[in-house]
């Protein structure tokens, strides 16, 4: 089956404490992208990835890194949470080229992230 | 970031009902996306948009891109109760894609 996979799907933590938030497809996707939902506002993009060693920052990247060591995998890397980075996350790919044009992009089920 | 203007922010409505909402933009796109996200899960595509004018339907959700590109509607005919979620529209750049703030839609038996 075609999916996305988030780890962990919730996690409550404390301010400083470092925290990888992991996302795998199976997709063969070349497009991979992170996403925060905050209420009122939508969401709104972290960071991207083009291909493998390609990354870019989205609208708030600040307080993020991440990394494309390879195609499947997309780690969202906290290295110094703060209680403002308290939200909804989503990673999300598609196949590659435009990574819109007929070629949807796949959700997963998010990981809701408190940090204390 | 770009900013999208989604109305409205919320609607509660009998089933049966037909829904509007729409999204604007102070700029122009040349892909517009509706998704929806149920409760506790990661929005899915419901419908893409690539052409100005163009209108599109799937299912009983009819959607149409603007001709000025700057905006977009979602009409969903007969609603069902399955139809409760947060409907987002959203743009895409180049390597990037913007979302609305999101309409969320209530349906009553």
């Known amino acids: 089956e075609a999916q996305v996979t988030q780890n962990p799907r919730y996690l409550i933590t404390v301010t400083g404490k470092k925290l990888t938030v992991t996302c795998s497809q199976n997709m063969n996707h070349e497009y991979m992208s992170w996403y925060r939902q905050d209420p009122g506002l939508g969401l709104r993009q972290i960071y991207y990835?083009?291909?493998?060693?390609?990354?870019d920052k989205g609208d708030v990247p600040e307080g993020y890194k991440v990394s494309r060591k390879e195609k499947r995998n997309f780690p969202l890397i906290l290295e110094s949470p703060s209680p403002n980075q308290t939200s909804l996350y989503f990673c999300?790919?598609?196949?590659?080229?435009?990574?819109?044009?007929?070629?949807?992009?796949?959700f997963g089920d998010g990981t809701r992230l408190s940090i204390l | 970031g770009q900013q999208l203007n989604q109305s409205p922010q919320s609607m509660f409505i009998q089933e049966g009902e037909d829904v509007s909402m729409n999204c604007t933009s102070s700029?122009?796109?040349?892909?517009w996306l509706w998704y929806k996200q149920d409760p506790g899960e990661g929005p899915v595509l419901l419908i893409a948009?690539?052409?100005?004018?163009e209108l599109t339907s799937n299912g009983r959700l009819t959607a149409q891109f603007g001709i000025t590109r700057k905006d977009s509607f979602l009409n969903i005919s007969a609603s069902i109760p399955s139809d409760v979620g947060i409907y987002f529209c959203a743009v895409s750049g180049y390597s990037t894609l913007t979302f609305g703030k999101g309409t969320m839609l209530l349906v009553s038996p």
């Open positions: 990835s083009m291909n493998v060693e390609v990354t």
């Open positions: 999300a790919s598609s196949l590659g080229g435009h990574p819109f044009s007929n070629q949807p992009q796949h």
């Open positions: 948009l690539y052409k100005a004018g």
């Open positions: 700029s122009i796109f040349n892909t």
